[in-house]
Nanobody, 124 residues
């Protein structure tokens, strides 16, 4: 059973940085084969895709160049590095996975596995 657990959310001042973590279990040692996406959802808004890391380790559709995604295969962890955070980045952030060998996608309904989400609040 594939499970994803996010952590690292919290309060961050505008202009600051924050790194979110997503620990993936149930994928043995093949994490690099699974496209892992990051999404966010603010109150009243639809869930939007902001970043994805594919099996080559490339970042796909990074949000405005301020966010990057990396992974540590040994730790089975994918990270979302947020910089120059803005108040409009306030949302619940989710990581999600598609089945192995598939491509990254911005569409939430194309991801089979989801974490529970972590709240990020950008405010002074």
């Amino acid at each position: 059973q594939v499970q994803l657990v996010e952590s690292g959310g919290g309060l961050v001042e505008p202009g600051g940085s924050l790194t979110l973590s997503c620990v993936v279990s149930g994928v043995d040692r093949d994490l690099h084969l699974w496209p892992i996406g990051w999404f966010r959802q603010a109150p009243g808004n639809e869930r939007e895709g902001i970043s994805c890391i594919n099996r080559s380790g490339e970042n796909i559709y990074v949000q405005g160049g301020r966010f990057t995604t990396s992974r540590d295969v040994d730790k089975k962890t994918v990270y979302l590095h947020m910089s120059s955070v803005k108040p409009e980045d306030t949302a619940v952030y989710y990581c999600a996975s598609r089945r192995p060998w598939r491509l990254c996608s911005k569409q939430p309904n194309e991801y089979e596995y989801w974490g529970q989400g972590t709240q990020v609040t950008a405010s002074s």
